[in-house]
């Protein structure tokens, strides 16, 4: 790697395709909603392939909307080194998330070609469909499909909260391709993400070498009491739905305060109907998203929780059905691939720490089937899923060059 410890990425020009990315779907306070498979993702997808396409690379689109793009290798029968991450953006998401994992992998490959410089792997740039799980869940959807998690069929059938079909937004934007989704096989797969936390950032250290990621479990609750008005009804004879949402929140957020310092636990997406102001609420509809690292709290967490709603729906003469519509178990990212991310990291003369992420990422699918790991640049204040998130343009270029490093010293450089 001696030829090319000096090789950086050109941080002006990442920074412009971020801030041209960001004009597409633009949320209502500078940040984005590219929520997937609406027409602004389609946008936003049109435009990536633009410049990969301009970059020299062949697009495949596989059945899911996963977009591929291939800079061929010296070898054409080595596997190739995938990099990348997600397009698609929450209602009141930022400019980084994900998509600086997509834009940095496409900088590489502009540097690798500005430099003419060729890898005895291909390398593959992806873009995955809906890793955001916020219109259809759940989350990191097309990207479970190829890796085996989800049955296809299951995922296409996913309506969002308009009643619309997966299947069919993919249609209608264009982007359902010919490609058997997940037949592709891949040597390693590497992603850039934003910590979307804080350390990173508190600590002073440029860049996040993920070891591992953190499991999840999003729990779809429905809690049905009776409709009833909210001025004539006695409080003994109230069947209160709302009252149960209530009380379910302060159950999450008590249970994972007990496994500090690292559980979490919140409601995020909460339907209460008739949602009038005097109807006392009949139904309320709402997801838990709790996490760990460890699988053994995060079972423990869930069982609580469970048994909790049924001791409160008991009370309140309410009943209460609840769905797993999410999960993961923590991961652990293969160590030779994240052994390549902290000797770039060493090479570049970047600070860097060993890190669990927070979120989920693609990665922690891709992870089943291929050797992957993650790199991660700190954000301002550690705020993401929110508008104002922010980061530095010398935290998205130390990323995307750590990224870069990674990326050529596992595709092989050819003399
Ligand atoms: O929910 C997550 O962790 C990711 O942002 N989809
Ligand atoms: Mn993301
Ligand atoms: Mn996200």
């Known amino acids: 790697m001696s030829l090319l410890s000096n090789l950086q990425i050109d941080g002006d020009r990442l920074w412009d395709s971020l801030m041209e990315m960001a004009k597409i779907g633009p949320g209502v306070a500078g940040g984005n909603n590219r929520q997937t498979l609406t027409d602004e993702d389609g946008e936003g997808r049109k435009l990536f392939q633009s410049w990969a396409e301009a970059a020299g690379m062949t697009m495949g689109v596989d059945t899911m909307g996963n ?230 709290t995060l079972d423990e967490m869930r069982e609580r929780i469970e048994d909790g709603i049924d001791l409160i729906a008991e009370a309140l003469d309410i009943e209460a059905s609840v769905d797993e519509v999410g999960h993961f178990d923590p991961v652990t990212f293969d160590p030779g691939c994240v052994k390549a991310v902290r000797d770039a990291a060493e090479r570049l003369g970047y600070s860097h720490t060993n890190i669990v992420s927070g979120a989920g990422h693609d990665a922690c699918w891709i992870n089943r089937i291929a050797p992957t790991a993650m790199v991660m640049c700190p954000c301002v204040d550690g705020l993401s899923h929110n508008e104002a998130e922010e980061i530095t343009k010398e935290w998205a270029t130390a990323g995307a060059n750590v990224l870069m490093h990674a990326v050529v010293e596992t595709a092989g450089v050819v003399e």
């Open 67 to 296: 977009m591929f793009f291939t800079r061929e290798g010296a070898d054409p029968e080595a596997l190739p080194v995938y990099v990348g991450s997600h397009l698609d953006t929450q209602p009141t998401g930022g400019k980084y998330d994900g998509v600086l994992g997509v834009l940095g992998a496409l900088e590489l490959v502009r540097t690798l070609n500005d430099l003419n410089i060729r890898t005895k792997h291909p390398i593959v740039v992806v873009n995955w469909t809906n890793e955001e799980g916020t219109r259809f869940a759940p989350a990191m959807l097309a990207s479970g499909v190829f890796a085996g998690v989800h049955e296809e069929a299951w995922a296409k059938d996913k309506v969002d909260a308009k009643g619309k079909r997966f299947g069919d937004e993919l249609k209608r934007i264009g982007w359902e391709g010919d490609e058997p989704v997940g037949a592709r096989k891949m040597k390693a797969f590497f992603e850039l993400h934003i910590e979307q936390g804080p350390i990173l950032e508190d600590e002073g250290i440029d860049i996040g070498v993920v070891t591992h990621g953190q499991g999840l479990y999003w729990l779809e609750v429905t809690l049905t009491g009776k409709e009833s008005h909210t001025g004539s009804t006695p409080m003994p004879k109230r069947r209160n739905a709302g009252l149960g949402l209530a009380r379910v929140t302060e159950l999450v957020h008590e249970v994972a305060m007990d496994y500090q310092p690292s559980a979490v636990g919140a409601i995020g997406h909460i339907d209460v109907y008739p949602n009038s102001r005097n109807i006392i609420p009949g139904r309320a509809v709402f997801t838990i998203d709790i996490r760990s690292p460890s699988k053994k």
